[in-house]
């Protein structure tokens, strides 16, 4: 696992931002990991944001899109799927990608992506902001989520300016 090229983590002003955090429910330690880190993130940023769980990383999709129709201007999606013998893994990790994609695009607003997909436990468990974890990805998810509310403003501010007349 390399951190090599990642960016310095910056202070983000995340007030007046909604955001929902929407988790799987598999592999409980590493979501509940996850979780924590994104709350962490989002607390220290001043977001206001909400926790809902759904069964599995593959209806992260509709609740991200739900969530949207509901006024949030961000989502962070947790979810944790780990390799078996079958490919099921591919066909979820596929459709909870393409679907979160999707649900971003259409709406025109943020997702921060923290669905992990992993050949084993330990990789999730060293991702998942725990203690000894070598990441945390949970808060990096929620850090991308707010820094791309912040861009997506910056880009509509002079359409809105010119829409004024300004």
Same mark, same amino acid.
């Given at each position: 696992m390399?951190? =090599?090229?990642?960016? $310095? +983590?910056q202070?983000?002003?995340g007030?007046g &931002?909604?955001?929902v955090i929407?988790?799987?429910t598999?592999?409980?330690v590493i &979501?509940?990991?996850l979780i924590a880190? !994104?709350q962490?993130a989002?607390d220290?940023?001043g977001a206001e944001?909400r926790?809902?769980?759904?069964?599995? +990383?593959?209806?992260l999709a509709l !609740?991200? $899109?739900?969530a949207?129709a509901g006024? !949030?201007? =961000?989502?962070?999606a947790?979810?944790?799927i780990?390799?078996g013998? %079958?490919?099921?893994?591919?066909?979820?990790s596929?459709? &909870? &990608?393409?679907g979160l %994609?999707?649900? !971003?695009?259409? #709406?025109g607003?943020?997702?921060?992506?923290?669905?992990?997909?992993l050949?084993?436990e $330990? $990789?999730?468990?060293?991702? =998942?902001g /725990?203690a000894? +974890? @070598?990441?945390d @990805?949970?808060a990096e998810?929620?850090? #991308?989520a /707010?820094r791309?509310v #912040?861009?997506?403003?910056e /880009?509509? #501010?002079?359409a =809105?300016?010119d829409?004024l007349?300004?």
């Amino acid at each position: 696992m390399s951190r =090599a090229g990642a960016p $310095q +983590s910056q202070q983000i002003d995340g007030s007046g &931002t909604q955001v929902v955090i929407v988790a799987g429910t598999w592999h409980e330690v590493i &979501t509940e990991g996850l979780i924590a880190g !994104a709350q962490r993130a989002l607390d220290a940023a001043g977001a206001e944001h909400r926790l809902v769980r759904v069964p599995g +990383s593959f209806e992260l999709a509709l !609740a991200a $899109q739900a969530a949207f129709a509901g006024g !949030a201007d =961000a989502v962070v999606a947790l979810g944790v799927i780990i390799r078996g013998g %079958t490919p099921h893994f591919e066909y979820v990790s596929h459709a &909870t &990608t393409d679907g979160l %994609t999707r649900a !971003a695009l259409d #709406a025109g607003k943020p997702i921060g992506f923290g669905v992990l997909t992993l050949d084993d436990e $330990q $990789q999730g468990l060293d991702r =998942a902001g /725990l203690a000894g +974890s @070598k990441e945390d @990805k949970g808060a990096e998810a929620a850090e #991308a989520a /707010l820094r791309m509310v #912040a861009v997506i403003r910056e /880009l509509a #501010a002079p359409a =809105a300016r010119d829409m004024l007349g300004e």
